[in-house]
């Protein structure tokens, strides 16, 4: 009975601890605070300075900010991505070469 009771009590505190804790990002970078006024929503037409540029992380960043996007990820063409949308996220898409062919929300 006791054994029981200090297993369910340390499962308990363990979940309630997990959910204080802090996790990392899954992808691309992201920023705590964005710019005033858009939420922290995309706006692409921020980041087409990048076309045509080689796709580096210091380009996404840049493009970040620019877009007031919270994150933002390089797509290479056959990368495996997820159909959601993410009106918080930019995505810089690049060619073989890696050179950003496209700017889009999502």
Request: charged share 20%; net charge positive.
């Amino acid at each position: 009975m006791f054994r029981t009771r200090a297993t369910l009590a340390t499962l308990l505190l363990a979940s309630v601890l997990a959910g204080c804790s802090t996790g990392g990002s899954s992808g691309g970078s992201a920023a705590p605070t964005a710019p005033a006024g858009n939420d922290g929503r995309c706006e692409a037409s921020g980041a087409d300075f990048t076309i045509g540029k080689p796709g580096t992380p210091e380009l996404l960043e840049q493009a970040r900010k620019a877009s007031g996007s919270q994150m933002a990820r390089i797509l290479k063409p056959h990368d495996v991505i997820t159909l959601e949308y993410r009106s918080e996220r930019l995505n810089l898409n690049v060619d073989e070469k890696g050179v950003v062919t496209r700017v889009n929300c999502g």
